[in-house]
């Protein structure tokens, strides 16, 4: 028999809201650093603004940041799979228009960890995003690589959100 629990209002209680935090208007102050994988701790600021959209009643929403000083948009899907109980990220930007390989993962006291395989400058590595800090006005996510399969992180994006009125 399917598990009903994510399905119409009863949903409300489940996993699938996760992200309804993240509805609506932010400003994000950006931090990233400037070289990967060479022990540097240069890091540049940049602003953005983001908006956020509900889809499938919960199960999914999308973003769209905007980087004005830095001539580009980017946006996220992100899907609850009902079946195995965890989100898949999904990012593409408008330098590209190519949509990422995704990143999966699940909430747990009130922290959400997302990891998946990506490549970068040609060599394979993982990646982990972090949602952490939220309330109802705010939220921080965090980016970090692991080129020797996770046995080691260095974290090079980190955005904090401020809901706009």
């Known amino acids: 028999m399917p598990d009903r629990r994510c399905q119409g209002r009863a949903a409300m209680i489940t996993p699938v809201n996760d992200f309804d935090f993240f509805l609506g208007n932010w400003n994000v102050v950006n931090r990233r650093l400037t070289k990967l994988f060479v022990g540097s701790d240069e890091w540049y600021s940049f602003p953005g603004t983001s908006t956020c959209h509900q889809v499938f ?10 980087f004005p000083t830095l001539g580009f948009r980017g946006c996220t899907l992100r899907l609850f799979d009902v079946e195995r109980r965890e989100w898949s990220l999904y990012w593409a930007d408008s330098r590209t228009g190519v949509l990422g390989a995704p990143v999966a993962g699940t909430f747990a006291g009130g922290r959400g960890d ?3 395989d990506d490549v970068l400058d040609g060599r394979p590595i993982r990646a982990h995003y972090i949602w952490s800090d939220i309330t109802p006005d705010s939220a921080r996510w965090e ?19 401020t809901r706009r009125p």
Do not use: K, L, P
């Not at 009643?57 to 905007?66: H, M, R, S, Y």
């Open 57 to 66: 009643g919960g199960g999914g929403n999308f973003d769209e940041i905007d």
């Open 114 to 116: 997302f990891y998946g």
């Open 143 to 161: 980016q970090e690589f692991s080129a020797d399969g996770g046995q080691t992180w260095e974290s090079n994006w980190v955005m904090e959100f």
